[in-house]
């Protein structure tokens, strides 16, 4: 296993953790400034770039243009989905209640949407990746 597919399913694991987590804490206290500790798990997502770091250095890990294609078009398959998700979220109110209602967001509602579309861009890249090694993807 390549050591992108390795950190993707690193990333993909965490967030399962995180959200089953999550939604345990949702049982257990119900939608409360508690559940969003879960999510401090997501931190652990900075070591995501140690795995394979052994490997790296002692030169047994190659990247050729295939891991590098892999690479890009997981992050632009991601990146559109980010944005297409973005871009229906921004516009929903305005098509659901009108262009002239008036909208009032708590500032913590426009962090939660931040955090909840980075997200989807990690689980998205992280899938794609997965899909595309497993597929013998040839560039």
């Known amino acids: 296993m390549h050591v992108q597919e390795k950190q993707a399913w690193f990333v993909l694991?965490?967030?399962?953790?995180?959200?089953?987590?999550?939604?345990?804490?949702?049982?257990i206290f119900g939608f409360s400034p508690l559940v969003f500790a879960a999510f401090g798990i997501l931190f652990l997502g900075f070591f995501t770039p140690f795995i394979g770091h052994r490997e790296?250095?002692?030169g047994l890990v190659t990247i050729d243009e295939r891991d590098k294609q892999i690479s890009l078009n997981a992050t632009t398959g991601a990146y559109s989905i980010f944005w297409l998700l973005f871009v229906?979220?921004?516009?929903g109110p305005f098509f659901i209640l009108g262009p002239d209602a008036t909208l009032t967001l708590r500032t913590t509602t426009i962090c939660?949407?931040?955090?909840?579309?980075?997200?989807?861009f990690w689980v998205a890249r992280s899938l794609i990746i997965v899909v595309l090694y497993r597929r013998g993807y040839r560039a």
């Open 88 to 91: 229906f979220t921004a516009m």
């Open 56 to 58: 790296r250095k002692a």
């Open 112 to 120: 939660n949407i931040m955090v909840s579309a980075s997200i989807v």
């Open 13 to 27: 694991v965490l967030m399962a953790i995180t959200l089953a987590l999550a939604l345990m804490l949702v049982a």
